[in-house]
């Protein structure tokens, strides 16, 4: 064995998954988990548990699957993550855990995204659950919004032995897991839905179809029906529009609209009568990997799909496995190229786009080199349809229903990244809703803050 090199993972071939919505990788059994486990080298001062937002005992969990004791391995990942089904699945384990991985530096890091998902998947098919705190301490807390941060914070807290309560606008608790990634990525009834059960099984309850804003407020929560603190989990689910000509043509979805229809409606199910446009001419507009997964949803629905991306292959927001995936399975990369108009037909239908040539000039705040257009570049291409995947940001119902409770100019919950505390009492916050969009397992660090923030709130520290 190459101890430079990670166990393969096995993976649908490219071909067979481009027509279906069945999970892309297949993970490691037993042997193979092993196998990677064993290129760990059980750092002292590890640096992976410093590049994890949850700080799971990563050498802890991997030495316990080194020696085949799969059950204490979920049980230490247990101890710091709700999630470890999904974020051994979606969380981008280059740039986090694995980017400082000690092995990395003279070869390939261990794949402790990828062990994460066997634990939890060996743990889910052993019946192996996480135990409830039978020691209530009878306070209430309320959280509204059952994603990632949500979840996270919940669960933190039902541990502590919090009387907790999950507020959830739709009609499936779940968040961003359940309507935004897709099934091929997340399996919805196999994993995401387990994971919750998980989370209820700690004792806390999930109240669906809650509109807080509307449903009722969180004062109401605070002031009538004895919550002693909160938790803003809300997400960012506001999408973002270019406003060039022709964008309110029919044939024209945010990702956020596409990937919902297909995820909680079940588009991607035969027996499913889902009313979502099954184009034959697709173009995804952005680099991200929500505009990858529209992109790749497009395509397991029969359409020729595009991605177009005013900057170059090398700016690309998006995982580079997730490029990758895409690329494999024939989407079509328009890379330094930006739409000007949206072009309809006499009936109100998308017919086309027309797009201008870009070139890289000098770098933004950020650091990324700003896109310029090249003049007399314009081109059109022809489609039926088109996604915007341009980012998203918080709706403003809860913030403009809850008094004292202070926003930004991008009308984001303001909280503290240390501990999510708002600038209303008892009133905590964290996950897209402060950042804007941003990745589940930061989303889960910061619902992890505010479980902690909550616990000193309410002890008084």
Same mark, same amino acid.
């Given at each position: 064995?190459?101890?430079?090199?990670?166990?393969?993972?096995?993976?649908?071939?490219?071909?067979?998954?481009?027509?279906?919505?069945?999970?892309?990788?297949?993970?490691?059994?037993?042997?193979?988990?092993?196998?990677?486990?064993?290129?760990?080298?059980?750092? +002292?001062?590890?640096?992976?548990?410093?590049?994890?937002?949850?700080?799971? =005992? &990563?050498?802890?969990?991997?030495?316990?699957? +080194?020696?085949?004791?799969?059950?204490?391995?979920?049980? @230490?990942?247990?101890?710091?993550?709700?999630?470890?089904?999904?974020?051994?699945?979606?969380?981008?384990?280059?740039?986090?855990?694995?980017?400082?991985?000690?092995?990395?530096?003279?070869?390939?890091?261990?794949? &402790?995204?990828?062990?994460?998902?066997?634990?939890?998947?060996?743990?889910?098919?052993?019946?192996?659950?996480?135990?409830?705190?039978?020691?209530?301490?009878?306070?209430?807390?309320?959280?509204?919004?059952?994603?990632?941060?949500?979840?996270?914070?919940?669960? =933190?807290?039902?541990?502590?032995?919090?009387?907790?309560?999950?507020?959830?606008? *739709?009609?499936?608790?779940?968040? @961003?897991?359940?309507?935004?990634?897709?099934?091929?990525? *997340?399996?919805?009834?196999?994993?995401?839905?387990?994971?919750?059960?998980?989370?209820?099984?700690? !004792?806390? +309850? &999930?109240?669906?179809?809650?509109?807080? $804003?509307?449903?009722?407020?969180?004062?109401?929560?605070?002031?009538?029906?004895?919550?002693?603190?909160?938790?803003?989990? %809300? !997400?960012?689910?506001?999408?973002?529009?270019?406003?060039?000509?022709?964008?309110?043509?029919? !044939?024209?979805?945010?990702?956020?609209?596409?990937?919902?229809?297909?995820?909680?409606?079940?588009?991607?199910?035969?027996?499913?009568?889902?009313?979502?446009?099954?184009?034959?001419?697709?173009?995804?507009?952005?680099? $991200?990997?929500?505009?990858?997964?529209?992109?790749?949803?497009?395509?397991?629905?029969?359409?020729?799909?595009?991605?177009?991306?005013?900057?170059?292959?090398?700016?690309?927001?998006?995982?580079?496995?997730?490029?990758?995936?895409?690329?494999?399975?024939?989407?079509?990369?328009?890379?330094?190229?930006?739409?000007?108009?949206?072009? @309809?037909?006499?009936? $109100?239908?998308?017919?086309?786009?027309?797009?201008?040539?870009?070139?890289?000039?000098?770098?933004?705040?950020?650091?990324?080199?700003?896109?310029?257009?090249?003049?007399?570049?314009?081109?059109? &291409?022809?489609?039926?349809?088109?996604?915007?995947?341009?980012?998203?940001?918080?709706?403003?119902?809860?913030? %403009?229903?809850?008094?004292?409770?202070?926003?930004?100019?991008?009308?984001?919950?303001?909280?503290?990244?240390?501990?999510?505390?708002?600038?209303?009492?008892?009133?905590?916050?964290?996950?897209?809703?402060?950042?804007?969009?941003?990745?589940?397992?930061?989303?889960?660090?910061?619902?992890?803050?505010?479980?902690?923030?909550?616990?000193?709130?309410?002890?008084?520290?």
């Amino acid at each position: 064995m190459d101890v430079l090199k990670k166990v393969p993972v096995r993976e649908q071939e490219p071909a067979v998954r481009a027509k279906n919505f069945e999970e892309v990788c297949l993970g490691y059994n037993e042997e193979e988990a092993v196998k990677e486990a064993e290129r760990c080298l059980g750092c +002292k001062n590890a640096q992976c548990i410093k590049g994890c937002p949850v700080a799971i =005992d &990563i050498p802890g969990f991997v030495s316990r699957i +080194k020696e085949g004791e799969f059950e204490k391995a979920y049980e @230490v990942i247990s101890e710091s993550s709700a999630l470890p089904a999904v974020c051994g699945r979606v969380c981008p384990q280059e740039s986090q855990c694995e980017g400082k991985c000690i092995r990395g530096f003279k070869g390939e890091p261990v794949s &402790i995204g990828k062990l994460e998902r066997f634990t939890a998947d060996w743990a889910r098919e052993h019946g192996i659950v996480p135990k409830k705190n039978e020691n209530g301490n009878g306070r209430k807390v309320a959280v509204i919004g059952s994603g990632p941060a949500g979840l996270t914070c919940a669960g =933190d807290l039902a541990r502590i032995g919090y009387d907790v309560t999950i507020f959830e606008a *739709l009609h499936e608790p779940g968040g @961003v897991l359940i309507y935004g990634i897709p099934e091929f990525r *997340l399996p919805k009834e196999e994993v995401v839905a387990k994971e919750v059960e998980n989370v209820k099984a700690l !004792g806390v +309850k &999930i109240e669906t179809n809650v509109v807080i $804003g509307k449903s009722t407020t969180i004062d109401e929560l605070m002031e009538e029906e004895g919550f002693e603190a909160v938790f803003i989990g %809300s !997400g960012a689910g506001l999408p973002r529009f270019m406003g060039i000509p022709g964008e309110q043509a029919n !044939g024209v979805f945010s990702a956020n609209e596409f990937l919902t229809r297909n995820n909680l409606m079940k588009a991607f199910r035969e027996d499913y009568d889902t009313p979502i446009m099954k184009g034959r001419k697709v173009a995804v507009v952005g680099g $991200g990997n929500v505009a990858m997964d529209a992109a790749r949803t497009a395509l397991r629905l029969g359409a020729e799909v595009h991605i177009v991306y005013r900057r170059s292959e090398a700016e690309l927001p998006a995982r580079v496995e997730e490029v990758h995936h895409a690329k494999e399975e024939g989407i079509i990369f328009n890379l330094l190229t930006n739409p000007v108009e949206i072009l @309809v037909d006499d009936n $109100g239908w998308v017919k086309g786009m027309t797009c201008i040539r870009m070139e890289l000039g000098e770098p933004d705040e950020s650091g990324r080199r700003s896109p310029v257009e090249v003049e007399g570049s314009e081109f059109d &291409i022809e489609l039926d349809t088109v996604i915007m995947s341009l980012g998203t940001s918080p709706n403003p119902l809860i913030s %403009s229903t809850t008094k004292g409770l202070d926003i930004n100019r991008r009308k984001c919950i303001v909280a503290k990244e240390e501990d999510g505390a708002t600038s209303k009492p008892g009133v905590f916050a964290g996950g897209d809703a402060v950042t804007g969009a941003a990745t589940v397992i930061l989303a889960m660090g910061a619902g992890k803050a505010a479980a902690k923030g909550i616990h000193e709130y309410l002890s008084g520290k």
